[in-house]
């Protein structure tokens, strides 16, 4: 069982490249998300996707826009690489468990440096 | 807007040490509270908890709440060097996001 799948691992990009990273995820889940990672910053919400269809902004969505291709796919592009966007990005998905609320299952992310 | 605040933000003990690590929240509409253990790469996720004062125990892991003083607590006893890694308290206040503390930073040593 794959779980949550991103695509690519690696990524050098030079300032004002544009690029597109990937993620799959193969439970069914309704709930899909971006994260950032910097040092010393925890995970910050990029972008979300609640269902199909539907997208929200995070605590951090300048500079990135995402699409929700179906259920199981949910993109997340950089238009014009800064810098200040290099970071460990992860996927996420989720099914509300009970009344708690999403359980979160990540991808194994992706470093990206911008130069 | 929601906060999430984890202490220590780094943690160095000798294996067979009994560790500590603290959660305190400030969120509306408070749904639930998460731990997960991010080794090398993803975070995998350790617990959920929704009730105060009921203990979730998974080896020598445990945690339990206090929604009362708005803060969780994670226990490690008998630590090993394979619990060395960044643990990270999330909440959850409505159906679909999470927010995440910094993280605590935990080395064990041989």
């Known amino acids: 069982n794959a779980g949550v799948t991103q695509t690519p691992k690696f990524q050098v990009l030079k300032t004002g490249q544009s690029m597109t990273l990937q993620c799959a995820q193969d439970?069914?889940?309704?709930?899909m998300y971006w994260y950032r990672q910097d040092p010393g910053m925890g995970l910050r919400l990029i972008y979300y996707?609640?269902?199909?269809?539907?997208?929200d902004k995070g605590e951090v969505p300048n500079g990135y826009n995402v699409s929700r291709l179906n259920k199981r796919e949910f993109s997340l592009r950089l238009e014009s690489a800064a810098p200040s966007q290099t970071s460990v990005y992860f996927c996420a998905s989720s099914e509300v468990r009970g009344q708690g609320g999403p359980e979160a299952f990540f991808g194994q992310g992706t470093r990206l440096t911008v130069v | 807007e929601d906060k999430v605040v984890q202490s220590p933000l780094s943690l160095v003990v000798h294996e067979g040490d009994t560790v500590t690590l603290n959660c305190s929240y400030e969120v509306t509409n408070f749904r639930s509270l998460l731990w997960y253990k991010q080794e090398k790469k993803a975070p995998t996720f350790l617990f959920m908890l929704t009730s105060s004062g009921i203990e979730k125990k998974s080896g020598r892991l445990s945690s339990i709440l206090d929604k009362k003083e708005l803060f969780s607590i994670l226990n490690i006893t008998a630590t090993q060097t394979g619990d060395s890694a960044i643990y990270l308290c999330a909440t959850n206040s409505g159906y679909s996001t999470l927010t995440f503390g910094k993280g605590t930073m935990l080395l064990v040593s041989p």
């Open positions: 439970m069914n889940h309704n709930s």
């Open positions: 996707s609640a269902s199909e269809g539907t997208t």
